[in-house]
Nanobody
Framework: QVRLVESGGGLVQPGGSLTLSCAAS????????MVWYRQAPGKRRELVAA???????NYANFAKARFTVSRDNAAAMLFLRVDDLQPDDTDVYYC????????????WGQGTQVTVSS
């Protein structure tokens, strides 16, 4: 059974930085495209950044300047570093794992809350 566990969220002051982590188990991690999403209450979930099995790193337009996605296949971990955090970054951040060739094999973590406030 695939399990994704996010961590690293919390309360951060504007201008601060943090790194979110996603620990994956129950899957062959290197076979999965890994993606960070975020969602605010009452809003649609939106893609933030992706780290694909082929080595690509893709970002939503809003994330290109301040977000850095990385993955460690040996440790089955996905990371998201966010710099210069802004109040608009306040969201629940979710980790998603989708098999590169079996799109129905799509898995989500429970999310980690990030709150940016002074």
């Amino acid at each position: 059974q695939v399990r994704l566990v996010e961590s690293g969220g919390g309360l951060v002051q504007p201008g601060g930085s943090l790194t979110l982590s996603c620990a994956a188990s129950g899957l062959m991690f290197s076979d999965y495209d890994m993606v960070w999403y975020r969602q605010a209450p009452g809003k649609r979930r939106e893609l933030v950044a992706a780290a694909t099995t082929g080595g690509s790193r893709n970002y939503a337009n809003f994330a290109k300047a301040r977000f850095t996605v990385s993955r460690d296949n040996a440790a089955a971990m996905l990371f998201l570093r966010v710099d210069d955090l802004q109040p608009d970054d306040t969201d629940v951040y979710y980790c998603n794992a989708r098999h590169w060739n079996v799109f129905s094999d799509d898995n989500w973590g429970q999310g980690t809350q990030v709150t940016v406030s002074s």
